[in-house]
């Protein structure tokens, strides 16, 4: 038998193998991440005829070379491309992942890890991250619930879509600011109601409230020495409502600063002595006799020292019921402040409380001077207390001096029109509003005021209030429902909510083999590590630390070259059919050997 008949046959099966390699390839050039492969032959073992041997000085004749026949061909090895990048197709799912760098997805079908480029991923019904084909589960690291940072620890599957993840939990305000311009010529900060600016804010459960605040400016404060000039707004607690506008219950002014501040500010009052008269004790509809020209009697509005807190007691008036509430109202009616009957009982006058030859300025409010009126004292005008259109006071005007009112003081610098401080301190920016004491699920709020300025803004007060610190901390929110996923470079996972939050949900572990040309094929786009690729130590690697990145709405497609595909099918092509010829060759001359004999 001819050798060459061996060697013909080898290489039929060579270059068949060889087309088997390329018609792999060829199938899958739209295979997701698929990595194309090649064949490199080594001839067989050759049989040696005869041995070398060197040259011989004694006879003086020279060495010869070894005499061998080979025997064909084989397979040497099989060489994947598995470092070579195929291109990026679009997709439009966030959920569709290509590696772009060596790394290696890790996945797991329920008892080993395992690793692909094919980045095709869903969120299945328990909520992880799964492989769209094998539906195995795509692994990554954890959020540590102290730090809220990535934990590299042993890789788990990516529950991204858990119960606690659908929601992102609700949180009280705890700081606010306000900022903007205080025009001193505006007019609503010298109105009867201020300059409102309202606050929003959430509690505990992510209800949200408004809580109205105004500005009234008071006069100006004369500096002295190194303390400036000083423009001044008081700033009190309107009301408080909640998201469908009804009143807080158990709101007062008291749970925003002091409850006795003081504003200076000049002003007058004045009696209706057209529609009205009084002596000091009964105030009487004018030209009305009798019990039915009474409005009130100030002794039942009194209790002792002091005005009766109970406002909603009954009293009797002109025959007719009514209450506290309702005699303080027709007081200061008749005094002009119809509506603002606190106010008016706020209102303050300075007052000599001792006598022409040793006079006694003090401070009192209406309410103290309508109290020191029931107690008797003369209605003089040089005496306690000196009440318009009192008794024998036939003067129906006076001068205020300010009013006392639960809240702060903001003070500007006059000279700059900067924030100079709470209650003229210049170290004081900050006040709180004391919502904790309502209970339930509020709490306390620092508010910052030294973003506040006073320059001109012809005539207009931009002032506003914001919710959280100027650097957007303790803000508070209302729960928030997820509205969407997103997949970073680095693999980390963040969920967006609709109360404008978001939430680290993981991230995608990869690994990384020192030759991964020597991982084994499973199919379904999956790999396995062997003892010549390295072994997965079950952590993997931030894909970012080998210079790779993850970019999403793509997939990477097959890195199979067809142009070099179709060359080596033509050159195995000619190799496998010139070893057929190899074989009908060598049976021409066996053919010629038994010809011989005829």
Not at 69 to 97: E, H, M, R
Not at 215 to 234: C, E, H, L, M, R
Request: net charge negative.
């Amino acid at each position: 038998m001819m050798r060459s008949l061996f060697s013909g046959v080898a290489g039929l099966k060579t270059h068949q193998t060889k087309m088997d390699v390329i018609g792999n390839n060829i199938a899958n050039v739209n295979t997701v991440g698929f990595k194309s492969s090649s064949i490199v032959f080594a001839d067989l073992m050759s049989q040696t005829t005869q041995r070398a041997s060197g040259p011989n000085a004694a006879t003086g004749t020279g060495g010869t070379n070894a005499r061998q026949i080979g025997l064909g061909v084989k397979s040497g090895a099989i060489n994947i491309n598995i470092t070579g990048q195929g291109s990026a197709q679009s997709t439009g799912n966030p959920f569709d992942i290509m590696i772009e760098g060596d790394n290696f997805f890790v996945v797991n079908n329920g008892t080993e890890n395992l690793f692909t480029r094919d980045g095709s991923f869903y969120v299945d019904a328990a909520g992880n991250l799964a492989m769209t084909s094998t539906g195995y589960n795509v692994m990554g690291w954890q959020v540590d619930p102290e730090t809220m940072d990535i934990k590299q620890d042993t890789v788990t599957a990516l529950r991204i879509m858990s119960e606690a993840n659908l929601t992102y939990p609700a949180e009280a305000t705890s700081q606010a600011y306000m900022a903007g311009i205080l025009d001193k010529n505006d007019k609503d900060s010298t109105s009867s109601n201020g300059k409102v600016v309202n606050l929003q804010f959430f509690d505990a459960l992510g209800y949200r409230y408004s809580a109205k605040f105004a500005f009234k400016k008071s006069d100006k404060i004369a500096g002295a020495g190194s303390v400036p000039p000083q423009d001044v707004y008081s700033l009190e607690l309107v009301g408080i409502q909640d998201d469908y506008g009804n009143d807080v219950t158990g709101v007062t002014k008291a749970l925003f600063g002091e409850s006795d501040s003081t504003q200076y500010r000049a002003g007058k009052i004045s009696f209706d002595s057209t529609n009205y008269e009084w002596d000091g004790k009964v105030l009487r509809r004018k030209g009305v006799t009798g019990d039915a020209g009474v409005v009130v009697d100030l002794a039942t509005l009194v209790d002792g020292d002091a005005l009766k807190t109970n406002r909603e007691e009954e009293i009797t008036a002109g025959g007719e019921t009514i209450t506290v509430q309702d005699g303080l109202d027709a007081i200061a009616k008749a005094y002009g402040f119809e509506g603002s009957t606190d106010e008016f009982l706020s209102m303050m006058c300075r007052v000599n409380t001792g006598t022409d030859a040793a006079p006694k300025l003090e401070e009192l409010t209406i309410s103290q001077m309508l109290v020191n009126l029931n107690k008797g004292a003369a209605t003089d005008v040089n005496a306690l207390p000196t009440f318009p259109g009192a008794g024998a006071d036939t003067d129906t005007t006076f001068e205020t001096v300010g009013r006392k009112f639960t809240g702060i003081s903001v003070h500007f610098n006059s000279n700059n029109g900067e924030f100079y401080g709470i209650f003229g301190q210049s170290t004081s920016s900050t006040q709180k509003l004391n919502l904790s004491a309502l209970g339930g699920n509020f709490s306390d709020i620092t508010i910052d005021f030294s973003h506040l300025s006073e320059p001109d803004n012809k005539g207009t007060s931009t002032a506003a209030a914001t919710s959280g610190s100027y650097e957007g901390l303790g803000a508070g929110r209302r729960l928030g429902k997820m509205i969407g996923v997103s997949i970073q470079q680095d693999g980390k996972i963040y969920s967006s909510y609709d109360n404008g939050m978001t939430k680290l949900l993981g991230q995608i572990a990869t690994a990384s083999f020192a030759n991964a040309s020597g991982l084994e094929k499973h199919g379904d786009n999956l790999y396995s590590a062997t003892l010549n690729s390295g072994e997965f130590d079950g952590i993997g690697v931030n894909i970012t630390a080998n210079g790779g990145k993850m970019s999403t709405e793509q997939l990477e497609m097959s890195n199979v070259d067809l142009s070099s595909e179709f060359t080596e099918m033509i050159t195995t092509q000619r190799g496998f059919q010139a070893n057929s010829r190899i074989i009908t060759v060598s049976d021409t001359l066996l053919e010629e050997l038994t010809n011989l004999k005829r």
